[in-house]
């Protein structure tokens, strides 16, 4: 049984990426360190955290696929032959009830576990979190997915998943009532150094600082907003009946992917901008 547990949580586009690739590439180094990072199908646990939240992958009705309860259940097994501290991360967990919850702690046992959030302000997150969906297949544009955001919230069927991932006050009170308020660590993201949430890891972790460099590639970056507007035009042209499976093998993982993980933006480019009305709108909603 691990001796303990730290469970990265989320937040989406808060660096999370760019986290799990350093945990990936430097797990052999870690587990000189005692600290373990379960293998998973890719650099991060999602689906397992898919498995705890009864997640469909993909697109429902059109090749997305329910993921089984048995990958979670596969890493709590792996948790449990586990000595040492066990490192899980996937910002899939926001995205949990308070069954979900629940039910976490409950397969976790009595290992002591320590919940630990990043995040960026809210205002900050917009731009990047309309990219992730369009990554998705989403077909509109920002201004659009804007207006769906602040006044089609409770009807909006486009991104009905962004104010389960963003309820910040309430996802953080809730794992502190099943973890215990004690035992959950928010780290707040700071652009202008991007070494911080690396820091504060390794200082949960009680390795050495410098144990988890900041990886060069596979960061998720941000698209600029030529990037953005090409995979708009994209998804507008795609034919869905294809399927997910086609979409994720040729866009998501293989344009995007390249994009995202593998090359910088050219010098000069501009990013997304996010019209004043929605800042202050976003500002309001954590004041």
């Known amino acids: 049984m691990a001796d303990r547990i730290v469970l990265h ?5 808060s660096g999370t990426t760019a986290l799990q690739y350093a945990f990936d590439a430097n797990k052999r180094s870690l587990g000189k360190l005692g600290i373990t990072y379960p293998p998973n199908p890719g650099k991060a646990h999602h689906r397992a955290a898919w498995g705890l939240i009864e997640r469909v992958w993909g697109w429902k009705g059109n090749g997305g696929k329910l993921i089984p309860a ?6 709590v ?10 490192l899980i991360s996937s910002e899939f967990f926001t995205e949990a009830t308070d069954r979900h919850v629940a039910k976490a702690r409950k397969d976790l046992g009595s290992t002591p576990v ?13 731009a990047s979190s309309y990219q992730q969906f369009l990554k998705f297949g989403v077909k509109v544009r920002y201004e659009e997915w804007l207006e769906h955001v602040f006044t089609k919230k409770e009807e909006s069927t486009i991104t009905p998943t962004f104010w389960n991932r963003v309820q910040l006050d309430e ?29 504060e890891f390794e200082r949960i972790l009680a ?20 990037e953005t507007h090409l995979l708009f035009l994209i998804n507008g042209i795609y ?10 093998a040729m866009i998501r993982d293989g344009f995007v992917r390249f994009l995202s ?9 501009v990013r997304v901008p996010t019209p004043a009305r929605a800042v202050e709108a976003g500002l309001a909603l954590t004041q």
């Open 9 to 13: 949580a989320g937040f989406h586009k």
């Open 70 to 75: 048995k990958a979670w259940n596969a890493l």
């Open 77 to 86: 097994r792996n948790v449990k032959k586990t000595s040492g501290t066990v």
């Open 114 to 126: 320590t919940v630990v959030f990043t995040l960026r302000p809210f205002a900050k997150i917009l």
């Open 171 to 199: 996802i953080v009170e809730r794992w502190g009532k099943y973890f215990g308020p004690e035992n959950v660590i928010v780290i707040l993201a700071d652009e202008s150094k991007p070494e911080f949430i690396f820091r």
């Open 207 to 226: 390795i050495p600082q410098g144990s988890l460099p900041i990886p060069e590639i596979g960061g998720n970056r941000s698209m600029t907003l030529e």
């Open 239 to 248: 034919d869905r009946s294809n399927g997910w499976d086609e979409y994720r």
């Open 261 to 269: 993980d593998h090359t910088s933006p050219r010098e000069g480019a």
